[in-house]
């Protein structure tokens, strides 16, 4: 985030990690943050986003780029550890044509479950529809948020 953009310009992922918006964090270092979806796909559904402000992979350094990945692997060991998925799919929209909702890189960590393949294609379904709503905050869907995201936070590999 620039500190000279103004603050209709900044992204939503902006706006949390300056903490004017809430979310349920599952990591955060000094070059990524890592929370959990809004809109879930399914339980534990993470977003890792670099800390700088930019819309395409293409513009991110090589050590940005292995480092989000890095921890995007670790977060889908992580949700296994601690939620029992058994495997995620990572997945990248970059750019608008690719249906990036929101103009900041961003890696889903989308866990899987036994049996949930009808499950995830209709959330996925529907998450692609939820991309033009504007996100509802509600308390009850916060606490889930938070006890998911504690749950696999307790699971990330400690760091120096």
């Known amino acids: 985030m620039d500190a000279g953009e103004p603050r209709s310009l900044l992204t939503v992922f902006a706006r949390i990690l300056a903490g004017e918006l809430p979310a349920s964090f599952v990591w955060q270092d000094d070059r990524c943050a890592a929370f959990l979806d809004i809109n879930p796909v399914s339980r534990g559904h993470a977003l890792v986003i670099p800390k700088r402000s930019v819309q395409h992979l293409s513009e991110l350094t090589t050590e940005e780029l292995a480092h989000l990945w890095q921890v995007a692997r670790e977060i889908g060991s992580a949700q296994q ?63 889930r948020l938070d006890a998911t995201a504690k749950a696999i936070a307790d699971a990330m590999p400690p760091r120096a």
Do not use: C
């Open 81 to 143: 550890a601690g939620l029992g998925s058994l495997g995620q799919h990572f997945l990248v929209n970059d750019g608008r044509a690719a249906s990036q909702s929101v103009p900041h890189v961003h890696i889903h960590v989308i866990p899987r479950y036994r049996g949930d393949w009808v499950k995830t294609l209709s959330r996925m379904l529907w998450h692609l529809g939820t991309l033009m709503l504007p996100a509802i905050e509600r308390p009850a869907k916060r606490r």
